[in-house]
């Protein structure tokens, strides 16, 4: 876990200080007095609605039926030993806790966090017992509130401690952890070509010493193989008792660049911080240079040349577990977007873990990192700094890593009653540009309103043409439409697709009630493939992502094949079945060859006479029925290959197709059967 590992080389050793892997827990504690609580035993990463959140029978985002929403608490005990911790500083850091903790350590209350996706840390060097027991609580609470975003969503908040938590040791001259839940270094990419390219290192020095200290920093940045191509070095004297930001520039010629899934080249950034000659601190973090800009007609270029941003969004919440999710969640995660072939990722709609953006650099993937600012505003007057707070922790704590290129600021707003919201997002774009000068804003919208649309600097939409309205052909439309309300500055899609359950077969194409019980897994590959057709021939969109990677928990939908569930997804929400859109998207973006027989589930007919389709990126497919050869054909621009009422006979069935790439047979078969 690269990114968080880089924060200190001072993790205490395992045993000397270290917090237990089982914790007590109780929901509906709302209080620091548990005298009386009752406990139950748990392992973190947590979350109390890993069931209930995916079952349905909620309301809304504002309701507690059907899964808890509500105070929650979590107990663990930990010793500390004097030998330890004698002349140094201690951090506790919660990557995550939702949405609002309140925390106490041997009765003292630490702190507040308001906002359940980025990390939070206090220093516990005061409250924490030299030698003994030590008693940590947290108070959780994922109630609906008026002043912490998100207000509202297509999404269930999976309330508990569902990312890890940590002890950090460090020296009381050190690099700090407590700026807005960073790792105290900020790496911003700046003048970057072929020719050159700039680090602006920003490093937050903490001293709790009574006198200043005189301290030393080295950067040092490494190539992939190891060797020190650049450096840099500042003296800064550090006050008594404060934080001080110190800023340096690393310099590098002929930089090799990062260039997405063809070639995720990192360096490595090394902060060293010492005193009197002595290290103290030291920070480490991988860096893709890259550069990239939008064309109002051409589209999205890295590093100079075209580059379309085809990709998929994702939630992070996995069957069964729901937000609580491990490494190997988020590894699985990563191979089926791999394998899909996509080059890029909107993570919706909050902040992911750092575990996942490390990923994603080391994979190239290009990354939308998103506000969970969702469909409207409140009056409340915390709401608009609530935001901008969540906005901060977002950049600081992410920004460092190279796969992310832009910040988007909102998702659909005004799709419910809200308040006037121009100002509020006009003000975190300029904040956004405060904070990281060089990346841009974005927004997700759903309005054709100019004023919505242009408070950003870039414009994406979320329009689903063949599932909420009009037929699947309907993509140009909406596209032209959304780009000239946006200024003609081009256009993404950000969100498209259509619902299937892979239990529900039909032979005739047709658009089914979205909100309905029966979402033939046929009808979704069909919008696919014309959407996909559009956005593709469309140069001035810039970039589409799928909606969704994965089913993911709703817990207020009734439709589909199973309540609580929005069924959208390329893949089931166990990650277990890959549905046919998914192999349409591999066709048309892996390298690897693909041949895929579609409808392969669709066991069961009642017709002799069927279409038969396929999505392959090999050439020229041989279809065989019962093992005689019915035809050839090649695919069209968006790799479809099909026939039309092919003649099977009564009883089982066998379909196979046959194409040849590079030297070598790819092969897809299946059974059907005809009463």
């Keep these: 876990m690269a ?212 301290t030393e920093l080295q950067f040092i940045l490494r190539d992939a193989e190891g060797k020190q191509v650049a450096e840099s070095k500042l003296d800064a004297e550090i006050p008594a008792g404060e934080s001080k930001q110190v800023s340096s520039l690393v310099k590098l010629a002929k930089p090799h660049l990062w260039h997405g899934i063809d070639d995720p080249y990192l360096y490595q950034l090394e902060v060293k911080l010492s005193s009197a000659g002595k290290p103290i601190d030291q920070f480490e973090h991988a860096v893709g240079f890259r550069f990239y800009h939008i064309d109002a007609e051409k589209g999205f270029f890295l590093n100079g040349e075209p580059y379309r941003l085809f990709g998929v969004n994702r939630h992070q919440d996995f069957g069964g577990k729901g937000w609580a999710i491990s490494e190997a969640e988020q590894d699985l995660d990563m191979e089926l977007i791999r394998e899909i072939g996509a080059r890029s990722l909107r993570l919706a709609h909050y902040p992911h873990s750092r575990y996942f953006y490390d990923l994603c650099d080391r994979e190239g993937l290009m990354v939308w990192a998103e506000l969970p600012l969702v469909d409207c505003i409140s009056d409340h007057p915390d709401f608009a700094e609530n935001s901008k707070n969540q906005l901060r922790e977002m950049i600081l704590q992410n920004g460092n890593n190279s796969s992310i290129f832009t910040w988007s600021m909102f998702n659909e707003m005004y799709h419910r009653k809200s308040p006037p919201a121009n100002d509020v997002l006009v003000a975190l774009n300029k904040l956004s540009h405060e904070l990281d000068p060089s990346r841009f804003t974005v927004g997700a919208s759903n309005k054709n309103n100019k004023e919505l649309n242009n408070c950003t600097d870039h414009l994406a939409m979320n329009k689903y043409p063949g599932w909420y309205g009009g037929g699947a052909t309907g993509m140009p439309g909406s596209m032209k439409k959304h780009n000239e309300s946006g200024n003609k500055r081009g256009i993404a899609i950000s969100e498209y697709g259509a619902g299937a359950s892979i239990h529900h077969h039909e032979l005739e194409l047709k658009r089914p009630k979205t909100k309905g019980n029966w979402h033939p897994e046929g009808w979704q590959a069909h919008v696919h493939e014309e959407n996909y ?119 089982k069935n066998t379909i196979e197709v046959r194409a040849t790439r590079d030297g070598k047979q790819v092969t897809d078969t299946c059974e059907w059967i005809v009463k």
């Design 3 to 214: 990114g968080l590992a880089s924060a200190s080389s001072l993790f205490a050793a395992e045993g000397s200080l270290s917090l237990p892997a089982e914790w007590n827990f109780s929901k509906g504690v709302k209080s620091q007095d548990v005298a009386e609580v009752k406990w139950e035993k748990v392992q973190l990463p947590h979350t109390w609605n890993a069931e209930d959140a995916s079952n349905g029978g909620g309301k809304d985002m504002q309701s507690r039926d059907g899964y808890y929403r509500g105070p929650a608490a979590y107990q663990a005990s930990f010793k500390s030993a004097k030998s330890a911790i004698e002349g140094k500083r201690v951090f506790l850091k919660f990557e995550a806790v939702a949405t609002v903790a309140t925390s106490y350590l041997n009765g003292e209350k630490l702190g507040e966090h308001k906002g359940g996706f980025a990390a939070h840390t206090y220093e516990i060097s005061k409250q924490l017992k030299a030698d003994g027991e030590n008693d940590l609580l947290v108070l959780a609470n994922n109630e609906w509130r008026e002043d912490v975003i998100p207000l509202s969503g297509d999404f269930p908040v999976f309330g508990g401690i569902y990312r890890p938590v940590h002890l950090i040791v460090k020296n009381e001259v050190c690099i700090s952890p407590l700026i807005y839940g960073s790792d105290g270094v900020q790496i911003i990419q700046q003048n970057v070509s072929k020719e050159n390219a700039e680090l602006k290192v920003n490093v937050w020095v903490d001293n709790s010493l009574s006198k200043s200290a005189a």
């Design 533 to 651: 057709r559009s956005i593709a021939a469309a140069g001035y969109c810039w970039g589409s992502f799928v909606w969704n990677m994965f089913d993911f928990a709703s817990v207020w939908r009734t439709e589909g094949d199973k309540d609580g569930i929005n069924d959208k997804g390329l893949v089931t929400y166990d990650r277990k079945v890959r549905k046919d859109a998914f192999y349409y998207y591999k066709a048309n973006w892996s390298k690897e060859p693909v041949v895929h027989l579609t409808a392969k589930r669709f066991v069961e007919r009642d017709s002799q006479k069927t279409p038969v389709k396929v999505y392959s990126n090999c050439g020229e497919v041989t279809l065989l029925v019962n093992g005689e050869e019915v035809g050839k054909a090649k695919p069209d621009e968006v790799m479809i290959t099909s026939w039309k009422d092919v003649e099977l006979k009564k009883g």
